[in-house]
């Protein structure tokens, strides 16, 4: 049985910094994983997403230069390391994987099979 477990999220002041953890159990995804989240009344927006070896990474334009995906395979594991959090940041937050190739489209926009149960983020001002 194929299991996303995220974890380390919480409450930060504006400013402040979180690291959250995906550790995927069940199976190893040889492929690109990926973060996103989810607002209240809001759609899902993508976060993030990393290659098999790490050396492909995406961002979505809003946490660029703020937010750092890392994988380490040993350990069946993603990371998104969140600095410089804004109020705006505040949603939860879910890893995906194995993100499978869609024509056309870069990994924002692969499609991702198997979903954590999500964490919540919130950065008060």
């Known amino acids: 049985q194929v299991q996303l477990v995220e974890s380390g999220g919480g409450l930060v002041q504006a400013g402040g910094s979180l690291r959250l953890s995906c550790a995927v159990s069940g199976r190893t995804f040889s492929s690109y994983m990926g973060w996103f989240r989810q607002a209240p009344g809001k759609e899902r927006e993508f976060v993030a997403a990393i290659s098999w070896t790490g050396g492909s990474t995406y961002y979505g334009d809003s946490v660029k230069g703020r937010f750092t ?8 594991t993603v ?12 949603a939860v937050y879910y890893c995906a994987g194995p993100g499978t190739k869609v024509f056309g489209k870069t990994p924002p926009g692969f499609d991702y099979t198997y979903w954590g149960q999500g964490t919540q983020v919130t950065v008060s001002s």
Request: aromatic content about 4%; glycine content about 0%; charged content about 30%.
């Open 69 to 76: 995906i890392s994988r380490d395979n040993a350990k069946n």
């Open 79 to 90: 990371y998104l390391q969140m600095n410089s959090l804004e109020p705006e940041d505040t």
